[in-house]
């Protein structure tokens, strides 16, 4: 990414965004195209979307379960901002060069990231590939960014994904952190029965992971929705081919989260503990205020997408 970045200076004599959107346009040379690869490139290093992805699982894993957290909400949506604003601003010119890779990245990151997720027996290394997975959600739209009057759309459509996203992944999070305590293990099968001994939880937990799949009436279902309208009023072949790839993915991406349900409602309890969770103040208000905000932002879609024409305005007035 700094190598791009470099190559921008030396194309543009300027770092700034606005100098280098009037000079990355028109005829694209080889040093041009290079430039803007290698910075989308190193972006979907920063946003674990696929090639690019490997050290994703390993670090989740290995991590802290709050370090963990940070990574898959805070650093991501940082990576997805900072993307976004190169891509409106710096180098909107050169939409014919990004347009095809995010399109490339979009459709393997879905595809790999749930395919993946479907294989693993560790929830922290398996919401790692969803995260990977809903990446390539966040993406699909940004394939489409410069076809027609699309770009607000699509800029209203990441806003609202990654709103919804982290409400409902910090939340997730934190309903392992407090299972882990009790259980010490990270394992699916340490959900066995989490239903039968701390509700509270297994209904905070079907709550969360029902929103990452994105069924309604959850929050997860209006950044899909967003996400797909975005790409379908494009209007281009790509961009439905590219939709009908999502649409798969969605349903596969349901099989591994519907397994940790089935695993929380229908399974026994692991060694047959069946002793309470203590659960930290501070960590209940985190649940409860991410539970909120899932509802809420499902329920009164208008919330999330309000945030969303936010971004909009903002873009269009700093234009």
Partial sequence: MLYGMSLLYGV???????????????????????AVVFVVVGFAFKVSAVPFHTWAPDTYEGAPTPV???????????????????LYVAVPGAADVWQPLIWVLAALTMTVGNVMALRQTNIVRMLAYSSIAQGGFILMPLAVAAEGNSSAAVLRSVVTYLIVYAATNLGMFGIILAVSRKTRSGELASFGGLFSYAPGLGALATIFLASLAGIPPLGGWIGKFSAFQAVLEAGTTCGYVLAVIGAVNSVIAFGYYGNVMREMWMRPVPDGDTSAIATPAPLKLALGITGLATLALGILPGVALHFGDIAVFSSAFGG
């Fill in 12 to 34: 543009a004599n300027s770092t700034l965004l606005s100098d280098l959107a009037s000079e990355i346009s028109g005829d694209l040379t080889a040093i041009r195209v290079l």
């Fill in 68 to 86: 963990t957290a940070f990574l898959s909400v805070a650093s991501k949506a940082a990576g997805f901002v900072a993307l976004v604003t190169v």
